[in-house]
């Protein structure tokens, strides 16, 4: 499955502290009506709440990390889901002592500081199907 786009342009800013991570992007990319898009970014968050897929339950583990962590890298997709943005994002978090610790971005990330960049793609957007042998919600056709 591969789509073919046109890049139409590039939104970059910065979050506000206090601000949901996953919010703040998905207030972004409605305000700036992005349905296709890649996403990047940076910064520091006050605590953390990331998931991993248990890939034997098909459910997501939630772990929540309770200190300042950087968010040394989150990226992402945009696409839409039950007719909605929806944003599908990943972090790489380091700790005080330097370890890393990532996954898959829920909510509940205060932003201590963040800087994005929205790549935003021009055509039609994929869209998110519940798949029912990995049970997510992947693209289709
Ligand atoms: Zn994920």
């Keep these: 499955m591969l789509r073919r786009y046109a890049t139409a342009r590039v939104v970059q800013g910065r979050l506000n502290k206090g601000e949901d991570l996953i919010e703040g992007l998905q207030g972004v990319m409605k305000e700036h009506n992005i349905t296709a898009g890649v ?4 910064g520091a968050v006050s ?10 339950t098909k459910q997501y583990e939630e772990k929540v990390f309770q200190e300042a962590l950087e968010v040394v890298s989150l ?10 943005v929806f944003a599908h994002l990943h972090v790489a978090l380091s700790r005080a002592d330097f370890s890393v610790v990532g996954g898959h971005l829920l909510s509940g990330n205060p932003v201590y500081a963040f800087e994005f960049e929205i790549l935003c793609l021009e055509g039609e957007p994929f869209t998110r199907y519940f798949d029912e042998e990995t049970g997510l919600f992947l693209w289709k056709d």
């Design 39 to 42: 996403v990047t970014g940076i």
């Design 47 to 56: 605590s953390a709440r990331i998931a991993c897929l248990n890939q034997q």
């Design 75 to 84: 990226r992402g997709n945009v696409s839409l889901k039950d007719g909605s």
